[in-house]
């Protein structure tokens, strides 16, 4: 932005140099006096009755020091939700151990507590549970059946709720319509995978009655909410502190059943325990995502122009509703519409209780699916027309006049309004800078040599700096060091590096020398968390706020002093001074000079120290064009992603790098679900994918090596005073539509109907036998 | 995913070695570089009571020709085998199959005993020992027996080698220099399993007809798969494209490939199909450019 | 099960301790040597964030046991820097911002420590093709592969420069 002298600089992190030299401290590189090791037993049966758990062989194993199972924990509630609370979801809540069924393959029966993890897992072996099999639930479809088994029996039935957004007429309009096209859309079940599990470490001091949790994450406060609950304690007696986290991605730092187990028994063996969840756990235990079965009609007219769109899906919960589980298939039915016109939608989602690994966001939940759906629907409108994909988008973006743009679809209450953009403008500089009228060319090229070659199309907006509200504090210590204490959490994304350029712009201090806090609650008492691509919008914003406020009680406070208008002073480097003179004060002398007591400007409190809150009225809505460029191995099946353009409109860039670095990794990501990873169960419901072997994370040799990033700043945010907009999710969210429509292009002259990801070797072998049994 | 418990040996030399697999016999297992066995443990799929490290035992790790043969000790890591200049110049079609296997990281610890005693019928290596008609030196106790690679893969992970033995060396007979061959392969990612993969050597007489053929598919059946007819019908052909594919086609029909979650039967039939008629094609070139060089 | 005491050398300094033969190279490295700067992430060997540099050799710590280590010459993540100073590796990665969360980093670091040397020059390909026996989750690998070219170049700009001094 101009005019500025931090803010919009590639300021390289601050966070770097630790994690560089070995010197970070992940939760598994804290270690205490006296630590001991836990280990959970997992349910290896998708859907049973408990008969009995008997642990005595591991309880004489030297070594073990408890074992703890439901009946030990006595009453305790089941995990609430953190985000968009229902009443009837309450009933597929989860308790921290089962104590009469288990629901899903992975879930905890009983907490093992040894002298370290080799032996806490030999314990795992010689608990003896006597389990009656019932009958799983694996299908997301048949799940809704009458024949199906009950998950949870007070709901009657598995669909935990029925999401309706409705806009318009959309079946008089489809009735109505010239042309009507419908198609069956499945997203498959995958997420986030951090490169470091999970894990927790609580140590619990009798005397002060404090319990300590390392390695919280995303959402330390709300989590010390609900432990405090669970524990029946109050909020003051539960410490989070959260060390470098190695990746969050949606999925880590929500209240897991671990989450309440681990300072459970910490305070029950006056010990301290860590948990370091293994990769085989994590593949069942975190939390899954995404998979959606979508059944869409679109009506057309003759130009391509929708006229309306009804898209009615099953959403995978899985076995219970997690604490931001309602999220996703809330999104999205919410974002289906994306950046075009539809006065006439409509959107159902029936959230299913499968007996499989409970759900929750995964970056960019709800859109990622809502792009497939919304995206591939538009190539068909496409080809049935015989219309270039990119004309069919360009007859049905919202037009920038129609900002700030109702949807008319609702996401946690409220409704959906698009704050301002020019979409048309950014798809047309997309289509110029990937050379789209010359890939064309060179596609009839490649098709005339018999060769694959596809280019697929694909814009969304996303919904960024999500509530509720935020904190940040600002305060110059008495050695004239500048502290910021924010409210949210670094998962990784150089959250550190992003808040000090914001208060360096502010108080004229290089981001270097500003110290920022994060993640420990007893440092900084409430905070919301790094979730739904906040973290600048909103505890930037809050800081922008504190930081000026200090700002200006700096100025008021050296004008004071040095008894010259506060107008004519400027920050510098850790002064105040007045320019062309030598009149000035560091920080350090206007700290004490702001101690209780000391001579002040009428009216002016002690202390360089101020708080600020950022209150979320409206989320902001960047946006962004997606292009990939992908050859296709017909006869092997095998796709490779050649080239791939993202542009993305962020309002305004703090760090233009980071925001860069944050949409290639989500890049990776959506590459990784438009191609390669599944969590695939059997009919049983077992995980088939329980390690790195079988789950397939892209590697560099997937990635394209050409990959490009327009980053537009012409549409900042009219709801905060930097117009900032979040980047986190806008380089995945479009990425299974966009290769999906290559893909599909690509194959075209076969006639192959891409209708689910991942587009495996074998699924396109498949897709391509199928056309050719069809055609 | 801890290692369950287990005694540890650490024997010094190849007698203490087969030693202590005459003592333990089904109860031990062999620790060689350990990139497939220790995942097994550590997930505790395997349990075995002693582990017999044979990283420290004199006279394992060696790269050399012996009487028109290379030889290779079986504690030879990958790595060295893939920086090896005599295995290119004697054997590109081993040096070509290299890369394939995992990462360098897996290969700077991974051996190629390890490899062709666990038997994966996805893993390079077997393939390609078996193409190359190599013979594995097996000690024990009782004494030492030289196996065909044809005769040493049983089944689905399962070898000839008995409890006590010791897969103490690798033997292959060098193949004549105007030999084309061809490693090709699809997986999910670079560095994966094996969905389908081929290993070809092809040798042309002086009127360019196909005097020698071998074809050997990796990945579609428990062992690695050769089939003599389809090489048979390859003989005395021009090993045109045509020639290929009809060969490719016949080598297809006989497979029965097994289906995983990463890919079907039938999908594996087709692209050990596809791969067969690549790699034919590209080792009758190189075969072809070799003759042509020799002229 | 008997504990064998381990003497090695890591980070050119001579250490000991002793450990059950089970127990895995990562953990007896993390937890015995307070060495917590290589992080276990699979303890599979599949991700790579456990590499270190093991008598030349870029291996998976999580794939050998402390046992074997015995005698052995292990360099981790902490013995880049030269105290203040960033290893060139390091310095291009905080350049060119190739790493986010930082956990995959220092398995990456060691493995094109040791890929360098072995291909001073190498082609993008090259690199991609090194690097992907380490998974990062956060960066798409981009600027990782950046960093690696510049290291390569900075380290070949050294060598050249010690080159002409010595031919002085």
């Known amino acids: 932005m101009k005019g500025h002298r931090f803010i919009g600089t590639n300021q390289p992190r601050l966070e770097d140099r630790r994690l560089l030299t070995g010197a970070g401290k992940f ?173 927790l470490l609580a140590s619990y001091d009798r005397g002060t009655d404090i319990v300590t949790i390392w390695g919280a994450a995303k959402v330390p406060h709300f989590n010390r909410q609900i432990l405090a609950d669970l524990l029946g304690r109050a909020e003051s007696t539960v410490h989070m502190i959260e060390t470098d986290v190695g990746g969050g991605f949606g999925v880590r730092g929500e209240f897991y059943p671990e989450d309440f187990l681990v300072p459970w028994a910490a305070i029950a063996l006056g010990r301290p325990v860590q948990w370091i969840e293994d990769r085989r756990e994590h593949m069942s235990a975190a939390n899954h995502s995404r998979e959606q079965v979508h059944h869409v009609e679109v009506g057309v007219r003759h130009d391509g122009t929708i006229e309306a769109m009804v898209t009615r899906a099953a959403h995978d919960m899985g076995a219970y509703i997690r604490t931001n589980g309602f999220v996703v298939p809330e999104r999205a039915a919410a974002f289906v519409p994306g950046p075009y016109r539809m006065r006439n939608f409509l959107s159902e989602v029936d959230c299913v209780m499968t007996t499989k690994t409970p759900t929750g966001s995964y970056r960019g939940p709800g859109r990622f699916e809502a792009a497939f759906v919304r995206e591939r629907t538009i190539d068909l409108i496409a080809r049935e027309l015989r219309l270039d994909p990119a004309e069919v988008r360009r007859r049905n973006f919202v037009q920038p006049a129609e900002m700030p743009y109702n949807v008319g679809t609702k996401a946690f209450g409220h409704d959906v309004i698009y704050d301002s953009g020019d979409y048309p403008r950014l798809f047309e500089q997309a289509l110029e800078r990937v050379g789209y009228e010359a890939l064309r060319a060179e596609q009839a090229t490649a098709r005339a040599q018999g060769r694959f070659m596809g280019i697929g199309l694909a814009t969304f907006v996303e919904k960024t700096g999500v509530g509720p509200w935020e904190t940040a504090r600002v305060r110059i210590d008495g050695s004239g060091f500048v502290t910021v204490y924010s409210g949210v959490t670094s998962v990784g994304q150089g959250m550190e590096t992003v808040l000090a350029q914001i208060c360096a712009e502010q108080l004229g201090v ?266 | ?202 040798r042309f007489d002086q009127d360019g007809r196909c005097a020698f053929v071998r074809l050997v598919v990796a990945g579609v059946h428990g062992v690695p798969f050769r089939s003599a007819d389809t090489e048979a019908s390859l003989i005395g052909t021009k090993l045109l494209p045509e020639d290929a594919e009809n060969a490719s086609r016949l080598m297809a029909a006989e497979l029965e490939p097994i289906s995983d979650l990463h890919a079907s039967a039938d999908y594996r039939r087709q692209a050990a199909r596809v791969l067969a008629r690549r790699a034919l094609e590209c080792a009758a070139l190189r075969a072809r450019s070799h003759a042509e060089a020799g002229t | 099960m008997t504990q064998r005491h381990i003497r090695l050398n890591v980070n050119g300094q001579p250490r000991e301790g002793d450990a059950s033969p089970r127990k895995l190279l990562v953990d007896f490295l993390r937890e015995d040597l307070g060495l917590t700067g290589t992080h276990a992430g699979c303890e599979h060997g599949v991700c790579g964030a456990c590499t270190v540099v093991f008598d030349g050799e870029a291996v998976r710590s999580c794939l050998l046991f402390a046992v074997q280590a015995e005698g052995a010459a292990i360099s981790t993540v902490e013995s880049l820097a030269d105290g203040e ?34 291909c001073p020059a190498p082609t993008e390909q090259q690199v991609r093709e090194a690097l992907s026996g380490t998974l990062c989750r956060c960066t798409g690998y981009q600027n990782i592969v950046r960093a690696v070219q510049l290291a390569a170049t900075r380290l070949a700009a050294t060598r050249l420069a010690a080159t002409r001094l010595a031919a002085k």
């Open chain 1, 510 to 775: 290089a981001p270097e020398k500003i110290i920022v806090r994060h993640g420990d609650t007893a440092v900084i008492p409430l905070g919301a968390g790094a979730y739904g691509s906040r973290g600048t919008v909103t505890g930037g914003s809050a800081l922008w706020d504190a930081a000026g406020q200090v700002r200006d009680k700096l100025l008021q406070l050296a004008a004071h002093r040095l008894e010259v208008s506060a107008d004519e002073l400027e920050l510098r480097e850790g002064t105040v001074m007045l320019p062309g003179t030598d009149l000035s004060m560091t920080f350090r002398e206007l700290a004490r000079a702001a101690l209780p007591g000391q001579p002040m400007p009428p009216g002016m409190e002690p202390g360089l120290d101020i708080s600020a809150y950022y209150v979320v009225k409206e989320t902001t809505c960047p946006y962004g064009v997606h292009v990939a460029v992908v050859d296709v191995d017909a006869e092997l099946g095998v796709a490779r992603v050649r080239k791939y353009l993202m542009a993305y409109d962020i309002g305004v860039a703090v760090n233009p790098m980071l925001v860069e670095g944050q949409l290639v990794g989500g890049f990776a990501q959506g590459l990784g679900g438009a191609l390669l990873e599944e969590l695939v169960y059997s009919d049983e419901a077992q995980l088939l994918t329980g390690s790195f072997m079988d789950y397939l994370l892209p590697t560099s040799m997937e990635m394209p090596s050409q990959i490009d990033v327009v980053l537009t700043q012409d549409a900042p945010s009219p709801h905060n005073a930097l117009g900032l907009k979040g980047a986190g999710e806008g380089g995945t969210v479009a990425v299974g539509a966009a290769i999906a429509n290559a893909v599909a292009d690509a194959l075209a002259p076969l006639g192959i109907r891409v209708t689910a990801l991942p587009l495996s070797p074998n699924a396109i072998f498949e897709l391509i036998r199928a056309a050719r049994k069809a055609g």
């Open chain 2, 1 to 202: 995913m801890k290692p369950p418990a287990f005694e540890y040996r650490d024997p010094r030399t190849r007698e203490e070695a087969i030693a202590l697999l005459a003592e333990h016999g089904e109860a031990a297992k062999i620790l060689a570089g350990g990139q497939s066995l220790v995942p097994m443990l550590n997930l505790r799929l395997l349990r075995p009571e002693y582990l017999v490290d044979i990283n420290r035992v004199a006279g394992l790790s060696f790269i050399e020709v012996k009487g028109g043969e290379l030889a290779i000790g079986a504690c030879t890591r990958q790595r060295a085998i893939e920086r090896s200049e005599l295995v290119r110049r004697t054997c590109p079609l081993l040096h070509e199959a290299m890369p394939f296997i995992a990462h360098f990281q897996i290969r700077s610890r991974g051996t190629i005993g390890g490899s062709l005693s666990h038997a994966d019928p996805a893993a390079e290596l077997p393939t390609v020992v078996t193409a190359l008609g190599g013979r594995f030196v097996l000690r024990s106790v009782r004494g030492e027996r030289v196996v065909s690679a044809a005769d040493f893969y049983t089944g689905f992970l399962s070898t000839a080698l008995r409890p006590d033995e010791l897969l103490t060396e690798i033997r292959v007979p060098i193949p004549p220099v105007q030999t084309g061959c061809a490693f090709m392969e699809v997986s999910r990612r670079h560095g994966d399993f094996a969905l389908a993969a081929v290993a070809v050597l092809v």
């Open chain 3, 85 to 118: 100073t960033l290893h060139v590796l390091q310095q291009s990665f905080h350049e060119c911002h190739a790493l986010q969360c930082g956990f995959c980093t220092p398995g990456i670091l060691m493995s094109m420590s040791v890929f360098l040397s072995e």
């Open chain 1, 27 to 199: 939760v598994g590189d804290v270690r205490l006096p006296g630590m001991v090791s836990a280990a959970l037993l997992r349910s290896q049966e998708a859907h049973a009755r408990i008969r009995a758990i008997d642990a005595s062989g591991a309880l004489a194993l030297p070594g073990v020091l408890a074992v703890f199972t439901a009946q030990d924990l006595g009453e305790v509630g089941g995990i609430p939700m953190r985000l968009a609370p229902r009443e009837a979801l309450q009933k597929c809540f989860q308790k921290p151990l089962a104590s009469d069924r288990v629901r899903y393959v992975g879930e905890p029966l009983a907490l093992v507590v040894a002298v370290d993890r080799y032996v806490a897992e030999d314990a795992l072996e010689l608990i003896d549970v006597s389990l009656e099999s019932l009958p799983p639930v694996a299908d997301v479809e048949l799940g809704r059946g009458r024949d199906a088994a009950v998950l949870h029996a007070s709901l009657g039935g598995n669909v935990a709720e029925h999401i309706v957004m409705r806009v318009g007429d959309p079946e008089g309009a489809l009735a109505r319509s010239a042309i009507r096209l419908s198609e069956r859309f499945r997203i498959q079940r995958h997420t986030g995978i951090p490169m470091e599990t999970r894990g």
